[in-house]
């Protein structure tokens, strides 16, 4: 649907990594998954950003199967969660700073709490909740005064993709990622599909299934398919 999407691997991203690190160039990791790309209509600004990242991944099975209707070259899905989880692994192999910008005050304490157990080694330079009262050129003060390497944002889709739209030039890090609930997860106020769901790549109808305010999301992937055929159909 005119939505740019990278044919990547983790091993691809991470080996990247080094190389924006070094540069001090700014690596933009942005999920595309079936959500974005129907609703992203209506954020040109979150179109443009995509268009404009080093790396789109593609995060959802929905995007995998168009691909291969299309005859596209996609055939591997990389989960924006399981991402963030290689580059803590990476961040604290290699002793770096992380920051983390979003979710409720308690999920974001316990999800940096669980971090700091489970990667001893890298550096938390700080947090700002998504309920915070700060203004946003004291967000950008804060995370710029703490010399990040890496920036997590979890503000939900649209409001992630539309902050980093506007911000990530003003901000200095080298390795920014939209990370929607992912520190839900992490805090373990929330669980993860179980592993069957995940294998069988129907870990979105899991997370639909057990969030009533998910639901409806439950038709976001055969409106996907839908109107990624018409799309190609009219091209």
Not at 134 to 142: F, G, P, R, S
Request: proline share 5%.
């Amino acid at each position: 649907m005119g939505i740019p999407v990278d044919r990547i691997t983790y091993a691809d991203i991470l080996e990247d990594v080094p190389n924006y690190c070094k540069s001090g160039e700014k690596m933009t990791v942005i999920s595309v998954n079936p959500q974005i790309v129907v609703e992203g209509q209506n954020y040109p600004e979150i179109i443009k950003f995509i268009e404009n990242s080093t790396h789109r991944i593609p995060d959802g099975i929905g995007i995998v199967m168009v691909s291969k209707i299309l005859g596209g070259k996609i055939r591997e899905r990389v989960a924006g969660f399981d991402l963030m989880v290689k580059f803590l692994e990476y961040a604290n192999e290699h002793h770096q700073r992380v920051f983390f910008y979003g979710a409720k005050p308690d999920v974001l304490n316990d999800a940096i709490k669980n971090i700091r157990k489970e990667y001893p080694h890298l550096i938390v330079t700080g947090k700002i909740d998504g309920y915070t009262k700060l203004t946003e050129e004291q967000i950008i003060e804060k995370i710029n005064a703490a010399q990040t390497d890496f920036l997590f944002v979890a503000l939900g889709f649209p409001k992630q993709e539309q902050w980093l739209s506007k911000n990530v030039e003003k901000v200095q890090a080298n390795v920014f990622q939209d990370v929607g609930g992912s520190f839900d997860v992490l805090s373990g106020h929330v669980k993860r599909a179980p592993q069957i769901f995940i294998d069988y790549h129907l870990e979105w109808l899991y997370r639909s299934l057990s969030n009533p305010k998910r639901i409806g999301r439950i038709f976001q992937l055969p409106l996907f398919v839908v109107k990624s055929l018409w799309w190609q159909v009219k091209k």
